[in-house]
């Protein structure tokens, strides 16, 4: 085994600088035998080292190599398995627990022994041993160098001690002076002795003499001492001082910490507060245009705008998370429901007055209009109410029922109103129509006409066309004619009148195509008028903006144009239906008219043909959807439909008097 030791500090330990002090012969326990060295070793530098090594005898060679090492601080448990009995089994408990079994107990024993000491001089760490007999640990440690334990140790650290170069150089240099050193080993010795006992007389006599100055050399240590320890006070005071800095520092670290913490905690807090003044912050002003704001002057209407307008966004403002649980703002939107719901009632019961008033206002000045065959002019209301537009549309994004009412209430009151006027006009229109044809009623009804009149008017209207069908293919024929054409033939009728002037009274029809004309003149405006009153006032001309904005730009979602289309399509359907509960006995008045006025004359038909078809054409140029293009569209077909009735009677009046001309015409051959 010293062999072996000596092999081993030789080839491995000394490379690393470290001295081999224990060695043990073990396997794994359990295993297959494979047999290796646990070494006990420590570094010759400082600081010292301490370390268990794992040695293990090359498969190819007979070199050692050196397969694992762990640091004796980390040793945590020594377990001998039994104190009592010989017992070769020990383990070692590093991260984790290692099983061993020695070649034999004296080596066991030895290694532990030695770990202990090591651990107990070095360390000064009390490892757990665990199951070891007490004759192997010492008990007890002196406090200064310990003799037992120094010995012990300096026992097991001299069992070799290899020579350095110089020692080397010392005794080469001494052998080449004594030549029979190696003849003559005793008395190379002998002679060794003398000159040590020499030396060791001399190193008496030189300390006896130098007995004052080691006096003062001690003194000047003990000085050293007193100094050093006096430093080391310091030492401590300073320590003791910089710590208390140390740990005033991390306070004031912590403090400006906490500090930045809260002025950011403040900054963001001053631009939460900042946001709720600017967008939920409404003027003095404002509340006060929306409590008692005149909603009957010009100044008045624009302050109550502006202030609804703001009312609206302040409203509307997307509050960010945890502001809606704030008191202030809960007690600001509040105020805001209480305002909206206090200036909507307001506005409602303003315009609600203002559509009698106005409506009482209109039904007054009536009676102006019934000398003349004329409507009377709502511009005036309208231009009014516009006023109001911007007051609607707030209304309609806010309080939806209100905005509703308002229209149920409009609708109702001007449908009253254009009832009386549209009736009353009508009924002078009759008048005037019965006027011109009270003389003439009973000839028109049983004068003949001339055939050659008739051939003549037919080929006026229709040129080379020669008969007329009753299909209502000819009503999109006339439809389609431009302007200049019906006029081409309201001067035809004149010429043709005036070639039948002996049968037919052409001042009378001419009078009807007049008054006719007027008529519908005097509706075209009209109604023309209150659509787009209608769409303004009531902000239903938006989504159509909207629907032509969409068309011009391609790179709209599918989404938003599908919706903007249907909004489109559902404000023209709500104007429409507006119109007709409006205009609704228009299309009643007019078919009772033309009823009139086929009754007065049925060749009345072919003039208001051709004023329809005229005033048709030009409301589809407008707007082809709109409520007074299709109610004309409507009462075109009736006139086509009595046109259609005069020409078969015509054709059969031309029939029966070609019959009759044949029949007198022929011999009697009898």
């Not at 003949?448 to 020669?466: C, D, I, V």
């Not at 070639?499 to 052409?506: E, F, I, N, P, T």
Request: glycine fraction near 4%; charge should be negative.
């Amino acid at each position: 085994m010293t062999a072996i030791k000596h092999a081993l500090q030789r080839d491995i330990f000394t490379p690393n600088d470290e001295r081999l002090l224990s060695i043990v012969n073990v396997c794994k326990a359990g295993k297959k035998k494979k047999n290796c060295f646990l070494c006990a070793t420590v570094t010759t530098e400082r600081p010292v080292q301490v370390k268990v090594v794992k040695v293990k005898k090359s498969d190819k060679g007979d070199f050692y190599k050196r397969q694992m090492a762990w640091e004796l601080r980390d040793l945590a448990e020594v377990d001998a398995k039994d104190a009592n009995k010989e017992n070769p089994e020990f383990d070692l408990h590093f991260e984790k627990v290692y099983r061993w079994v020695a070649s034999s107990t004296a080596e066991k024993n030895s290694f532990i022994s030695c770990i202990w000491k090591l651990n107990q001089r070095y360390l000064r760490k009390k490892v757990e041993f665990v199951n070891v007999s007490p004759q192997l640990l010492e008990e007890s440690v002196p406090s200064g160098e310990s003799q037992s334990v120094a010995g012990g140790d300096e026992d097991a650290l001299d069992d070799y001690q290899e020579l350095n170069t110089r020692e080397e150089q010392d005794i080469e240099n001494m052998m080449q002076v004594c030549e029979y050193a190696i003849s003559n080993a005793e008395a190379f010795a002998e002679k060794l002795s003398r000159e040590l006992q020499v030396l060791d007389g001399a190193n008496i006599q030189s300390i006896m003499a130098s007995e004052k100055q080691v006096n003062i050399l001690m003194q000047l240590l003990d000085e050293a001492l007193a100094e050093v320890d006096t430093i080391e006070g310091k030492l401590l005071g300073y320590e003791e001082m910089l710590q208390s800095v140390k740990e005033q520092m991390d306070q004031i670290s912590q403090s400006n910490h906490l500090i930045q913490i809260s002025n950011t905690n403040n900054s963001k807090l001053l631009d939460e507060i900042q946001f709720l003044v600017n967008y939920l912050d409404l003027s003095k002003g404002h509340i006060r245009a929306l409590q008692e704001g005149d909603l009957s002057s010009p100044k008045g209407i624009e302050a109550c705008t502006n202030a609804a307008e703001a009312l609206l966004q302040c409203m509307n403002v997307a509050l960010r998370p945890g502001h809606d649980k704030l008191s202030a703002v809960k007690q600001q939107q509040q105020l805001f429901t209480e305002l909206r719901d206090v200036f909507a009632r307001r506005l409602t019961n303003h315009l609600n007055n203002v559509f009698v008033h106005q409506g009482h206002d209109q039904s007054s000045t009536l009676a102006q209009h019934v000398a003349e065959l004329t409507l009377p002019k709502h511009s005036p209301l309208h231009r009014d109410l516009l006023r109001y537009a911007k007051l609607m549309e707030w209304l309609k994004s806010t309080q939806r029922e209100k905005y509703e009412g308002l229209s149920r209430t409009y609708v109702d009151y001007m449908t009253r109103l254009y009832e009386r006027e549209i009736k009353d006009f009508f009924e002078i229109a009759k008048i005037k129509m019965a006027g011109t044809t009270k003389e003439g009623k009973g000839k028109f009804a049983t004068l003949p006409r001339k055939e050659s009149a008739l051939k003549q008017e037919t080929e006026s209207l229709h040129g080379s066309s020669g008969k007329l069908t009753g299909s209502t293919s000819s009503l999109n024929k006339l439809s389609v004619n431009s302007s200049n054409s019906r006029r081409s033939q309201s001067s035809s009728l004149l010429d043709m009148g005036n070639m039948s002037a002996s049968d037919l009274d052409v001042a009378d029809r001419t009078k009807f195509d007049k008054i006719f004309e007027q008529v519908l003149s005097e509706l075209e405006p009209l109604c023309l008028a209150e659509q787009d009153f209608v769409s303004k006032f009531f902000k239903l001309q938006q989504h159509a903006a909207l629907a032509q904005n969409m068309e011009e730009s391609d790179g709209l979602d599918l989404s938003l144009s599908l919706s903007l289309a249907f909004l489109y399509l559902y404000s023209k359907d709500v104007v429409r239906q507006m119109m007709n509960k409006i205009f609704h006995s228009i299309e009643t008045e007019l078919n009772s008219l033309i009823a009139l006025g086929d009754k007065i004359d049925s060749f009345n038909s072919l003039y208001m043909l051709v004023k329809m078809s005229h005033h048709v054409w030009t409301a589809e140029t407008v707007d082809p959807a709109s409520f007074l293009s299709t109610t004309l569209g409507n009462v075109l077909v009736t006139v086509k439909r009595n046109f259609d009735k005069c020409i078969v009677s015509v054709v059969v009046d031309l029939h029966s008097q070609a019959q009759s001309q044949r029949a007198c015409c022929t011999p009697d051959r009898r």
